[in-house]
């Protein structure tokens, strides 16, 4: 990984055994838990990487478009590298997030209803000379920083192969950062399980429709999983890869990490409970069941994404607006 002399950002995060996930899914399941790095989400690996990497090329301004985690960890590696950050969030960004980014010193621009908006207007704003515009997952040396996540699983799991990884999607940038990971280590034929919520759900739509699909909108409360269009790479190793492409509703999102508190004690977005309800809500089980997925499989490795947009009194308001109550 470049730059090589250069300490990354983002932390080595355990790999550990949920015993109630595990009887849920009638498998092992080890959770790879992301949701401790900086800044609470996956994204430093990748954004942290792309960051150090533009820093080396002569870029003074920074400004990244994003749901909010992203733009935390730029804030967050912009911050660690002195340089000054610009962060446009959309208006479905709440305010905690906006207030800990301009702790981080970053320059927060609110614009547009979803975050294809706030990136139109990112990109704009890097029109000035010495400007530069950080994809929150868009880009392959974002993909290559997400990569380092699949290293640790295999130094982890030593000569184990795991039986499927399960993996919240979004714009498709930790996704496309797991498949090249897993060439790289020789995971090929591992299949990935890739979730979504409805409504946020571009990559599904996208496979559904055979060419890329922009959502009308999002509708999905997962607000971090609200890109409209899945990126191009993504898709690409969707089709070609053994990518099972699952979808569930905002309910089952929000159930999912409100159990999970229960479960492993740990409180995380609904972005992530995407990937949780891959397990609350049946599907492996399921995918054994339809002979999908081989049973029995090595262990399920469920990336725990994370996510800083959630509390108790949040997770309350999801509830009440989902009916939940
Ligand atoms: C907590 C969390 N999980 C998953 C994702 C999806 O990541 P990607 O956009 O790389 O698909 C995001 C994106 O912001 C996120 O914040």
Known sequence: MEPSHVDPFHIVTPLKKSPVLSTLAGTDVLMKLENIQPMGSFKIRGIGHYCQMLSTKGYTKFVCSSGGNAGLAAA??????????????????????????????????????????????????????????????????????????????????????PGVLVVAVGGGGLLAGLVEGMVKVGWSDVPIIAMETIGAHCLNAALQAGKAVTLPEITSIAKCLGAKTVCERALQYAREKNIISITVDDREAVRAIEKFVDDELMLVEPSCGAALAAIYSGHIQRLQQEGKLQTPHGPVVLIVCGGSGISLSQLQDFKSQLGLN
């Open 76 to 161: 967050y590696a912009c911050n660690k590298l002195g340089l000054p950050a610009t962060i446009v969030v959309p208006e479905s960004t709440g305010q905690d997030i906006v207030q800990k980014l301009q702790k981080l010193g970053a320059d927060v621009i609110v614009k547009g209803k979803a975050w294809d908006d706030a990136d139109a207007h990112a990109h704009q704003l890097t029109e000035v000379p010495g400007s530069v515009y950080v994809s929150p997952f868009n880009h392959p040396v974002i993909w290559e920083g997400h990569s380092t996540l699949v290293y640790e699983l295999k130094n982890s799991l030593g000569s184990q192969t």
